[in-house]
């Protein structure tokens, strides 16, 4: 079955430090990778996309993802975390193949929390 | 230019009731999916709708039906509601064929609680 996994469901790292929020995903396709953040009372906002291309993709807010084919990785990075980071993240997954191509697949998400 | 907008806020419903939740997609999108999303899960895809027919479906059952009107603004019913259904139901707009590689954007969700 095709699945995403966050294995980390509580980060806490303290403001200016190194990010790094991990995802996995387990089917062979091609996928069609996302990250997305989910702030309190908002919807969830795309912070970057991976499709085809050079593995390293640069979103917003500063953060950017590598593409890992031989991992089965899509990990999220961030070189200075600022205290409005603070939030839920996800990893989400698609896929091109006929009927099942309308719907992202998920993981549980990564609350992130930052100390001053 | 207005982002997805969804209606109501809060919800709260008894076991067996019926609950109509709403969503205004951004300008000139016409496709919306709608998710649930559990309290700690990520969100699962209901179904999608594009250009007001039912257009991919998740693992859900028949009580979960949608519509959406010709302005693309659209409907979640749910009938017969169970517990379970206690969620953050969102709702997201994108233009083209409502392919995973179109970008969605996501309303603030609509928080049900059944008791």
């Known amino acids: 079955a095709q699945s995403v996994t966050q294995p980390d469901i509580h980060i806490t790292v303290s403001e200016g430090a190194s990010l790094e929020l991990r995802c996995n995903y387990s089917?062979?396709?091609?996928?069609?990778l996302f990250w997305y953040v989910q702030s309190p009372g908002q919807g969830l906002q795309l912070l970057l996309k991976?499709?085809?291309?050079d593995t390293l993709v640069q979103g917003i807010k500063g953060f950017e993802a590598e593409f890992k084919r031989s991992q089965s990785s899509f990990n999220l990075r961030k070189p200075s975390v600022h205290w409005s980071d603070a939030a839920e993240y996800f990893c989400a997954v698609g896929y091109n193949n006929a009927g099942n191509n309308r719907k992202l697949i998920w993981g549980l998400g990564t609350s992130l929390a930052v100390n001053p | 230019e207005t982002g997805v907008t969804q209606s109501p806020t809060h919800l709260i419903k008894t076991r067996g009731q019926q609950v109509t939740l709403r969503c205004s997609s951004q300008s000139g999108h016409n496709t919306v999916s709608w998710y649930q999303q559990a309290l700690g899960q990520g969100p699962q895809f209901i179904f999608q709708y594009y250009r007001e027919e039912e257009n991919g479906r998740g693992n859900f059952p028949p009580r979960f039906s949608g519509l959406q009107f010709p302005n693309y603004s659209s409907e979640l019913n749910v009938n017969a509601l169970e517990l379970d259904d206690s969620a953050l139901y969102l709702c997201a707009s994108s233009s083209g064929t409502g392919r995973v590689t179109d970008t969605q954007y996501f309303g603030p969700g609509t928080r049900l609680t059944v008791l």
């Open positions: 089917y062979g396709a091609t996928p069609y």
């Open positions: 991976y499709f085809s291309g």
